[in-house]
């Protein structure tokens, strides 16, 4: 059985590591060759190539749900129903609708929404909507999050902004009350970690700020605040334990066998707090596994514990086949089977004190290579973290949180006992931000598989049984996460990367001992992509410094993430053609004619003393390395671009970012002809609001026989100038999720 389950697992996993789909008739064949091998010994091949074709389907299925192409752009009266929790974050709201239906076209099932200033919202309502469709498409970068991936795990057809709309129905149903109940969680006097109870007991994290998600993060303990699923782990197994602490100590009725029922009594609560946690993928992933698990122990145990193991994982696989796709999936699955390796047939040998300690560090370990892979934050303080936060959160924040929130109908006794919920909180939270600065957490920088798979096997090595001799040695299949080479341009080359920011502008140039940011990426609300993108990015290329961060101008789309950016990283100085305008923390000097050089790499700036204020003050930036340029220009606009082009010198440059995005009042013909790129560089946002770039300006570059590179299209781009190569984008990394 453990061997069908094997080839079943192996081929409902394979979906992960597809390029792209095969055809029908590729899948068509399998199954049929699957067919003939089942009755045979081969049996466990013809399980994985079952389970192959089923999660091929299930995600062509997926990707055919996806708004068509030509209504990706287009503004649709639509209605439907308000499902999960709304997200609200500084005047605007996120929201999934299904059963979304306009008369005009077909729509996805599901939709991922936002809408600016919007009016009340809650979960179960039905509205009419003026929704601006956009086909699923997010930021394609180094080591960042995969909004692809996710959107397509979650079944979400298309995205979009809500212009105007109506309310059609009153809210009903679970949902509704699952919306009423976090109002009452958020309302309720909680010491100021409202948001922090309704994650705990809603697994809605909405209500957490910046700050505490970095507090989470570098501490480790994400899980116990954004995983639900944990959470009804924890509910299980402390329903079962008190039913057989009270067996043990003869406080149990003799006549009711203590066994089932407390089984019945743990499935029950997780599927409670299922329910009360919505009920998505990952809570459905635990509440699963704990039926496995309970039914293993009640009738099964003598199988061992890799069997339920790989039902559960099977069962959640062959449920959803596009769990595979989300990080949360793999961790799970890992950490159990880690804590079965080590501990199976130990517990008792080494005590409850022991174990725990010992648990802690060996999921720390464990999970390593794990992490790194999917590009996830590393935690060495974790271990001491979760030591004290996993204990306090399961035994003290949730029992008195759940309680709290059922006895919310009696007068005082449900909003003390919140208040108590929210004081262990508060003092958690107190505690983590002691522990936090010891070893904050870091993102690894971006290795070859192979990398990740030599510390996989070190790890292995060195969870090894005490006895094996040379376990250690273990240690050192893990120092390239710890030392990894870099590569570094060359003498006289830069690397340059036009990061994917959407409707903004992030640049890196790197030469061999130094780093250079242009502009920062835009920051909308507590959205901060210089936080989000740009760091991971810079982190993920192995720097840890910037030798000059130069800011274009004060605009948000330029500048936004620059206080991110100089928090996350030592800035030795900043520059900008609007440094008044800046926030004062970034102690920014103004943009002035400089040259200098490093490494052989010729950087020069200009600025147009003329304009005082605006996009025609973007500080301009040449770099040269080997006779190949790059010319940065900000928002610069045909003035601008006049001054500049009256300055002496050869103007001839192989790369040009569009100024202003490729807008119609920018690159002037008079430019083209004077620069005379070989390529032009556009960053902007997929079916922006402004129309960038705008048909009549490319129609120059084509005139002017420059190839387009745009942002939108081809993800996170990469040049290494000096070389004269071809430029190479992120997109161009098949995944069968992701659009070119």
Excluded at 168 to 184: K, M, P, S
Excluded at 543 to 559: E, K, Y
Aim: charged content about 15%; glycine content about 10%; proline content about 7%.
């Amino acid at each position: 059985m453990r061997l069908a389950l094997l080839g079943l697992a192996a081929g409902l996993l394979l979906l992960r590591c597809l390029p792209a789909l095969p055809p029908g008739w590729v899948l068509a064949a399998l199954a049929v060759s699957a067919s003939l091998l089942l009755p045979s010994r081969g049996y466990p091949l013809a399980l994985a190539m079952l389970g192959f074709c089923w999660a091929c389907l299930s995600a062509q299925q997926a990707l055919d749900d996806r708004l068509p192409a030509e209504l990706d752009g287009r503004i649709l009266w639509l209605q439907g129903q308000v499902v999960g929790l709304p997200e609200w974050e500084e005047g605007t709201v996120r929201f999934q609708l299904e059963e979304a239906d306009s008369r005009r076209a077909r729509l996805p099932a599901r939709l991922r929404l936002s809408w600016q200033n919007a009016p009340p919202l809650e979960a179960g309502e039905r509205w009419r909507l003026a929704v601006k469709l956009k086909r699923p498409r997010g930021l394609v970068n180094p080591q960042a999050f995969d909004y692809d991936a996710w959107l397509l795990a979650q079944r979400i057809g298309a995205t979009g902004s809500v212009k105007a709309g109506e309310r059609l129905q009153a809210a009903q149903g679970l949902a509704a009350w699952r919306d009423r109940v976090r109002g009452r969680l958020l309302a309720s006097p909680a010491m100021g970690r409202e948001g922090a109870l309704a994650a705990l007991i809603l697994g809605d994290g909405s209500g957490l700020s910046p700050a505490d998600w970095r507090l989470l993060q570098d501490t480790g303990t994400v899980h116990l605040l954004v995983i639900s699923g944990q959470h009804i782990v924890m509910l299980a197994g402390l329903l079962y334990a008190l039913v057989a602490w009270l067996a043990r100590h003869g406080a149990w009725p003799r006549r009711w066998p203590w066994l089932p029922f407390a089984c019945a009594l743990a499935f029950a609560g997780a599927s409670g707090y299922g329910l009360l946690a919505g009920f998505d993928v990952p809570v459905r992933r635990a509440c699963l596994m704990v039926a496995v698990v309970l039914i293993w122990r009640l009738r099964f145990r003598p199988l061992g514990v890799w069997t339920p193991l790989l039902l559960a994982l099977c069962g959640v696989l062959l449920g959803e086949p596009l769990a595979s796709l989300q990080p949360g999936f793999w961790l799970s699955f890992a950490a159990m089977a880690l804590l079965a390796w080590t501990f199976s047939g130990r517990l008792g040998a080494w005590g409850p004190w022991r174990t725990w300690w010992r648990a802690q560090w060996l999921l720390a370990l464990g999970l390593m290579p794990l992490l790194g892979w999917l590009g996830l934050p590393l935690s060495l303080s974790g271990p001491a973290a979760n030591l004290l936060a996993v204990p306090w959160v399961s035994l003290v924040s949730v029992p008195l949180g759940l309680a709290g929130m059922l006895c919310l109908p009696i007068p005082y006794l449900g909003d003390g006992l919140l208040w108590l919920a929210g004081a262990s909180l508060a003092a958690l939270f107190a505690v983590l931000g002691w522990i936090a600065p010891w070893l904050p957490a870091w993102l690894p920088v971006a290795l070859p598989f192979w990398s990740w798979l030599l510390a996989g096997i070190g790890v292995s090595v060195l969870l090894l049984p005490g006895g094996v001799p040379f376990r250690a040695l273990g240690g050192l299949l893990l120092l390239p996460l710890f030392f990894p080479v870099l590569q570094r341009p060359a003498e006289s080359r830069a690397d340059v990367w036009m990061l994917d920011v959407g409707q903004g502008l992030s640049v890196l140039v790197r030469t061999r001992d130094h780093s250079l940011l242009y502009d920062a990426a835009p920051r909308q609300g507590a959205f901060d992509l210089g936080d989000r993108v740009v760091l991971p990015s810079l982190r993920a290329l192995g720097l840890a410094r910037l030798d000059l961060m130069l800011l274009s101008h004060a605009d948000n789309d330029h500048a936004g993430g620059a206080l991110a950016v100089q928090r996350g990283m030592p800035v030795e100085r900043v520059l900008s053609g609007e440094a008044p305008l800046l926030p004062a923390a970034l102690h920014a000097q103004p943009c002035t004619e400089e040259r200098w050089e490093w490494n052989g790499v010729r950087f020069a700036t200009w600025r147009w003393p003329l304009a005082r204020t605006g996009n025609d003050a973007s500080c301009v930036l040449s770099v040269e390395a080997n006779g190949e340029r790059l010319l940065l220009t900000g928002d610069i606009g045909t003035a601008a671009e006049a001054a500049w082009l009256a300055t002496p010198g050869d103007h001839r440059v192989d790369w040009l970012l569009a100024p202003h995005h490729g807008s119609r009042s920018s690159s002037s013909t008079a430019l083209l002809r004077a620069t005379s790129p070989k390529a032009v560089l556009i960053s902007r946002g997929w079916s922006n609001a402004f129309g960038h770039p705008h048909p009549v300006v490319l129609q120059r570059y084509r005139a002017q026989g420059a190839q387009i590179l745009d942002s939108a299209e081809s993800g996170a781009i990469r040049l290494r100038l000096g070389d004269y190569r071809q430029a190479s984008n992120l997109r161009d990394q098949a995944r069968f999720w992701r659009e070119k």
